[in-house]
C-alpha cells in the first residue's frame, strides 16, 4: 500500500526517509507538527501486533494515533535514555526492572475486548521438527518446552518480544513498548529475552544469566527456576527458526547451554 495515500488522508509530512524491512515499511512524520511513525505492514504478524498496539491504548506503549487496514501511525517515542546503553554502562540491574515494570504493565487486564492473539503452543510449532531432525541442545529445549506448555501458569496477554531495544524513553511518558509479536499464554514467558538481550556480549557474560535470573524473578515476581525452563525453552526455538532459514544458530546454543547449566545445579 502506497506512503502517499496516508500521507494525504492523516495529513503527515515526512521527517525521514523509508525504511523497509521484510515485515513493514516505516517512515518517521510529523503529525500535527508532533513526532510520529506510519507503520505499513506487510506480514500478519505485524498486524496483529498494531491490533495490541491499539487495545494497549498508550498504556505502557506507545499510542496509537490512527489505524486502518495495513497501516498504522504511532507516537514516536524520542527520549534520549537508552536500556542497552545502560545495561552496558553497568546499569544492567536498574534497565531489567525497567523491562520488568513494563511488561507488567502490558500484562494487566483491561475491560475492551480482546485483540486475536497467537497462543505460545502455536508460537513454539518450530521446533520439535526441527529437535526430531538435530537432536542435541533442540531436543532438550523441546522437551522442555512441552512441559511448560502443558501447564501453563498465568496466562495473560503477551507481548512476545520485550526487550531493551522494544522499549524506549518516552520522556515524561515514562518507558514505552513497541513491536509486539501479540501472542498469549504464561506470564514468565515475556521475560526470557531480556536475558538473551540487549547483545551477545552482555548476554553471554559469565554470571550475567545467573544473575539477571535472580533480579528478573525478584522484580516480576516470577519463579527463577521456571524463567530458566521457559529461557532454554524459547533460546531453543529461536535457535530452531536460525536454522530453518540458514542462519548460523550458535548465540542462541550457547544460551540453551548456559540455562540448562543453571537447572541441573
Given at each position: 500500500m502506497s506512503l502517499g495515500i496516508h500521507l494525504a488522508g492523516w495529513d503527515l509530512v515526512p521527517d525521514g526517509e523509508p525504511i523497509?524491512?521484510?515485515?513493514?515499511?516505516?517512515?518517521?512524520?510529523?503529525?500535527?507538527?508532533?513526532?510520529?511513525?506510519?507503520?505499513?505492514?506487510?506480514?500478519?504478524?505485524?498486524?496483529?501486533?498494531?491490533?495490541?498496539?491499539?487495545?494497549?491504548?498508550?498504556?505502557g506503549a506507545a499510542r496509537v494515533l490512527a489505524r486502518h487496514g495495513d497501516a498504522l501511525l504511532l507516537e514516536r517515542v524520542t527520549?534520549?535514555?537508552?536500556?542497552?546503553?545502560?545495561?552496558?554502562a553497568g546499569q544492567d540491574d536498574e534497565a531489567s526492572r525497567i523491562l520488568c515494570a513494563v511488561a507488567g504493565r502490558l500484562q494487566a487486564p483491561r475491560s475492551a475486548p480482546l485483540p486475536e492473539l497467537v497462543p505460545l503452543?502455536?508460537?513454539?510449532?518450530?521446533?520439535?521438527p526441527a529437535a526430531r531432525t538435530h537432536g542435541g541442545l533442540l531436543a532438550d529445549a523441546d522437551a522442555t518446552a512441552r512441559a511448560l506448555l502443558a501447564e501453563p501458569r498465568d496466562v495473560v496477554v503477551l507481548h512476545g518480544d520485550i526487550?531493551?531495544?522494544?522499549?524506549?524513553d518516552g520522556g515524561e511518558r515514562g518507558w514505552l513498548a513497541i513491536d509486539p509479536k501479540g501472542l498469549s499464554g504464561e506470564r514468565t514467558f515475556d521475560f526470557v529475552n531480556i536475558l538473551r538481550n540487549p547483545d551477545a556480549v552482555v548476554a553471554l557474560a559469565p554470571g550475567r544469566l545467573e544473575h539477571q535470573a535472580e533480579v528478573l524473578a525478584a522484580a516480576a515476581s516470577v519463579d527463577r527456576r521456571r524463567l530458566?525452563?521457559?529461557?532454554?525453552?524459547?533460546?531453543?526455538?529461536?535457535?530452531?527458526?536460525?536454522?530453518?532459514?540458514?542462519?548460523a544458530a550458535d548465540f542462541d546454543l550457547a544460551v540453551v547451554r548456559q540455562a540448562k547449566e543453571l537447572l541441573h545445579r
Open positions: 523497509e524491512t521484510p515485515s513493514s515499511l516505516l517512515l518517521a512524520v510529523r503529525h500535527n507538527g508532533q513526532p510520529a511513525m506510519l507503520k505499513i505492514a506487510r506480514e500478519e504478524e505485524e498486524r496483529r501486533g498494531a491490533a495490541l498496539m491499539a487495545w494497549w491504548d498508550g498504556d527520549g534520549s535514555q537508552s536500556l542497552a546503553a545502560m545495561a552496558a503452543a502455536r508460537w513454539f510449532d518450530a521446533l520439535e526487550h531493551h531495544g522494544n522499549v524506549l530458566l525452563d521457559w529461557t532454554l525453552a524459547f533460546a531453543g526455538l529461536s535457535a530452531a527458526w536460525h536454522i530453518i532459514d540458514g542462519e
